[in-house]
Every structure is written in C-alpha cells, then in structure tokens.
C-alpha cells in the first residue's frame, strides 16, 4: 500500500465505521490504555531521529534542537504524564448530592465517547497530532488523525508509527489535502479536534454541525507580550525573542507584537536585534534558524513587510540576506516593524511568522486598550514585577492562557488547560483537561433503597405537604 496516497471518500467513510465498530465490540479499559501508551512511548522514542530527518525534509531546514524540545520531549512528557495518572484519572469521582437529596449519592464516571477524529496542522506536526492522540487513547477511545498535506514526510512518518503500534481498527492516519480535510471533517465522529487557522476552523464547525459532532478548536490570534515600566529591557528581549523566533515565529502561541512603555522602546529594539544577532550570527549559516514552511507561507509574509514600507513604517531587518537566496531556500529574516497603525496587514492578521511589530504605549490603560481593541488571543504574555500592575493586565483583558515574565512555557505544564476563546478556539487539551475533553463525563445518581423521595408524590396533603414546603425554605 502507497502509504502517502490520498484517502478516498468512500475510504474515510468506511474506516471510521470500522473503528467506531472495533470501540463498540470491546471498550478499551485500563490494561488496554496503559499498554497502548506504553508500546506509543517505547516506538516514538526510537524513532525520533527518523522524527527530525521527516520534518527537516518537509521545512527545508528546521533547528535539530527545536525539533527535540518542541516535538519529541512534549510528546513523551505527555505520555509520561498520563501513564502515571491514568488510574486516578480513570475513578469515578465523587459529587455530592445535598442534603435534600439524602440519603442518596452521587458520582461523576469519566466514559470514553468511541471514536476521535484529529485534524492536526504542519507548524508541529508531531507534538499537535500525538498529544491530542495520547489524551484521547487515555481516555479509552478509538482515534482517526488526518495530519496536514504541507508536511508530507512528517505524515507519512506518523502513519508508519501509528500502524507499527496499534491496530488498524484502533487507530487510523488518512492522507490528502484539503478536500479530504474538508470530508474528514464531515465525518459523524464522536468529537473532533481541529488545530489550525481561525479561518478553516469555522469550516471545520460548519462540516461537524449537521452530525453535532462536539468540536475543540485550537486556533490562533494576535498574541501580544506587554512589557511594564519596572520589567528589566534586556530580559524582556531575551525572553520575547525565545518565544517570537522559536520555529522562526510558526508559532500559534508565539508573541505575534510587543507593547512597551514609550521611553523604552528604542532599548527594547535595540536588546531585541542584539539578542538576533547573537543567536544567529550569519543566519543563511545557522543551524538554529527555521526556514519557512512553503511558497505561499513566504510569499504572505513578504507582503506584510512590503505592505509595511509601501506605507512609510520603519521596518528592521538586522540581518543582510540575499533576496534570490532567501526566496530560493525560504529563508525570511527576522524583522521588526516599528509602530504600525491598526490598517498595517501586519496588525490585521495573525503574523504566524518571524516579523515582529513594536508599539509604544504611554500607560498601562492604554496598553489594555489596544488588547482589547482585538479579537481575544490564545496568549497573552505579561512583563512585570509589579503585582498590581500584572494582576490589572490579567483582570482587563482575556486570553486562551498566560504565561507572566516569559513565554509559550504554559504550553508544557501538563495540569494546565490549553485552549482559546471565542476566534482563538473552543475547548481545552493536556494532561487531565484532555482526558476529560475526550470523555463523557457521566453522572449517576444513586438512590438507596428506603428514600424520602417514595413519599413526595400526590396527593400533596398533610404531612407531605408540609415537607414540600420545607424543602423551598
């Protein structure tokens, strides 16, 4: 079998009622699970430098140590991570009933839902597809994934470790473009997990509504970092450049603009180049810079900074590369626009790249303001020793997640939710929060065999009538 040939319709039909059919006969229980995640963690681990060599080919060149931080340690921390917690994960949990209600009890069941579908995007193409994957097989669950079409390699790596681990009607890998995205997502799953643009999300929403298919959404957004007045400059470079430059800015969660007190901001800039310049050095030879994905990738991004100059801005390019170069191997510099008006494509869109925007603000209220001005992103990084100032900035604004005085690190706790709001996503995944986004969680009510509840029935006279009343006081 062509293993990167596209999946058919009629394929992507039958399979998932091929799975849905193997989660019906025999529900996955606690042994299953574990020896599932096991056999996932022990295959995953030997094939990682296969991982690296998939996604080097795909992006033309993607940072080796990148790749291992961003791909092979979140996926095996996550697996790690529910392995020693499945067990607990797995217990029915206790609720409490009221003493109205006494002497029943009650419980919450975590049950697993049948089959997942995942919609997984290119920017991570390992960790995005596999720790969606982990939480749902947790959770007891069959799995459909339908990696991205603009890594190919990568997903054609993920469905020869997915069929070396498990069985054919316990997880499946279907291949193509969008068209087969778009039936993918047509699909009567039992919940669906999209990770992607805002814009194919709300596709995505719209395919799964005619079979309420329940959707999380993990999508995007302008996430901006704020630097306060008391927050050391070079620090906040150093720190704003690791989370803008990771994966050269192909980063959902990535500071996609910088807000800074107007009497600093020509230091922020100047700390932000001299952090570049000694990370890269000469970056057409650095082995710790990320190319862009493909063509049409560069060729956006080269508009927003021709869109930049076209209107005047100041635009900083600290790197000297050769266009022909650049273009030929992908390669977009790392650059910075200096305070771009709201009409810049630069602020009108996710950035989802290594152009950075610097804006000043004169106060703290006017900092929130132009947050608020957007739709609410997936992050949120605020700077700050203060504690008030912080906590002003979390209290008026709203996020997907925060990480204070750093970046994109509230990805990799494991305990936290990861999700957005509204344009920037639904639902929640990692650790716990994902188990239970991939189960029911079902409530059961237990009544023990002598109940007031035999005598709350008509006629309401009497004694019973007084109870009732009672019962609203």
């Not at 994957?133 to 890594?151: C, D, F, M, Q, R």
């Not at 681990?165 to 997880?171: G, H, I, L, N, S």
């Not at 690190?409 to 991939?438: C, E, V």
């Amino acid at each position: 079998m062509d293993i990167t040939a596209d999946t058919t319709p009629s394929e992507l039909a039958a399979t998932r009622e091929r799975l849905r059919t193997a989660w019906q006969a025999r529900k996955p229980d606690y042994a299953q699970r574990r020896a599932d995640l096991l056999r996932l963690r022990d295959a995953f681990r030997a094939r990682v430098p296969a991982m690296d060599a998939a996604i080097q080919a795909d992006f033309g060149h993607r940072s080796r140590h990148e790749n291992l931080l961003s791909e092979a340690m979140i996926t095996l921390a996550e697996i790690d991570h529910a392995l020693s917690r499945l067990r607990r994960w797995m217990r029915p949990r206790r609720a409490a009933v009221g003493w109205r209600f006494w002497p029943a009890r009650a419980e919450i069941r975590p049950e697993p839902v049948g089959v997942v579908g995942i919609l997984s995007p290119w920017n991570y193409p390992v960790n995005l597809a596999l720790v969606p994957l982990v939480s749902a097989i947790a959770a007891g669950n069959h799995v459909y994934l339908k990696p991205s079409e603009h890594t190919p390699r990568t997903s054609a790596y993920l469905r020869e470790l997915l069929a070396e681990v498990f069985p054919a009607d316990r997880v499946a890998v279907a291949m193509g473009g969008a068209e087969v995205g778009a039936a993918f997502s047509a699909l009567p799953f039992d919940h669906l997990l999209f990770t992607g643009s805002t814009a194919v999300g709300r596709k995505v929403m719209a395919a799964a509504a005619p079979n309420l298919t329940p959707v999380t959404l993990e999508l995007g957004g302008k996430a901006p970092a704020v630097v306060c007045e008391d927050f050391p400059i070079e620090l906040a470079a150093s720190r704003i450049a690791s989370g803008k430059w990771f994966n050269a800015g192909q980063t959902c969660i990535g500071v996609d603009y910088v807000l800074v007190d107007a009497t600093r901001r020509d230091a922020l800039v100047a700390a932000l180049q001299a952090q570049l310049l000694a990370r890269y050095g000469e970056l057409d030879a650095s082995q710790d810079y990320t190319r862009i994905i493909n063509d049409s990738q560069y060729a956006r991004l080269r508009g927003y900074v021709d869109d930049a100059r076209t209107r005047g801005l100041q635009v900083i390019e600290p790197f000297a590369v050769d266009p022909d170069t650049a273009a030929r191997e992908r390669l977009f510099p790392p650059t910075l626009v200096i305070e771009p008006g709201t009409d810049a494509q630069v602020m009108q869109h996710e950035i989802f790249g290594p152009i950075l925007p610097v804006l000043s603000y004169r106060n703290l209220d006017e900092a929130i303001a132009r947050i608020n001005a957007l739709d609410r992103p997936l992050a949120l990084y605020p700077f700050g020793y203060d504690r008030e100032r912080v906590e002003r900035i979390l209290a008026q604004t709203l996020a997907g997640g925060v990480t204070v005085n750093d970046t994109l690190l509230h990805f990799g706790a494991h305990d936290l939710p990861f999700g957005g709001i509204g344009p920037s996503g639904i639902g929640a995944i990692h650790g716990r929060n994902g188990f239970d986004t991939f189960s029911k969680l079902l409530p059961v009510f237990h009544q023990r065999r002598f109940a007031a509840s035999d005598w709350l029935k008509p006629p309401y006279r009497g004694r019973i009538d007084k109870l009732v009343r009672a019962l609203v006081k």
